[in-house]
């Protein structure tokens, strides 16, 4: 399937991007998020005002409090991947109201929907190396993706990611059948 839309793209690492990812984009949220990525880590966003940083988990969950729902599709290994003294995204928002989880074991794309009028789509995770977040110069991922606030091609990918949501994207799937994935 294919839909022409209009939107502008994002090129680039060091942080290039991060404001219009993050802070013009996700943090804007109101009413709901949708977040799909491969991988998924805790990362510091910096406020361009004040100068400080807090983990995007914690504002995920301040976001929360405030009403607004997330959906977030990971790959499988999220759930159980751990770190020596630290939790993982997941685990940190595990257990929040708001914020609910699922796993797909094909789960490739990264997207994050915002209310449904704004959507970024690209090659980066929710990670500091993908969103451009780490300050080691150089070292960041080079990443592309593109915004668009077109209404009906971000209906079109809400729309397939509720199919993936609600396990109807498991029906025939190779993984499952396998028994490399136990489906959403």
């Avoid at 100068?51 to 729902?69: A, C, F, P, T, W």
């Avoid at 928002?93 to 994050?112: E, P, Q, S, T, W």
């Avoid at 109807?168 to 136990?182: A, D, H, L, T, V």
């Amino acid at each position: 399937m294919s839909i022409e839309y209009q939107g502008y793209l994002l090129y680039g690492n060091d942080g290039d991007n991060v404001d219009e990812i993050i802070t013009n984009g996700l943090l804007r949220a109101r009413k709901y998020v949708w977040i799909t990525s491969a991988k998924a880590n805790d990362f510091i966003v910096v406020n361009q005002h004040t100068k400080e940083g807090e983990s995007i988990s914690k504002k995920l969950y301040h976001m929360s409090q405030r009403g607004v729902d997330f959906k977030i599709i990971l790959t499988p290994h999220e759930q159980t991947k751990t770190y020596q003294n630290a939790k993982t995204f997941y685990q940190k928002l595990n257990a929040i109201g708001n914020i609910d989880f699922r796993f797909c074991y094909n789960l490739h794309m990264k997207v994050i929907i915002v209310d449904g009028t704004w959507m970024y789509f690209g090659s980066a995770n929710l990670t500091g190396a993908g969103i451009g977040t780490r300050t080691r110069k150089g070292k960041n991922n080079f990443e592309i993706g593109t915004i668009a606030i077109d209404q009906k091609v971000i209906a079109a990918i809400e729309y397939q990611l509720e199919q993936i949501w609600n396990g109807n994207e498991c029906k025939g799937c190779y993984q499952k059948q396998k028994g490399y994935c136990k489906g959403i």
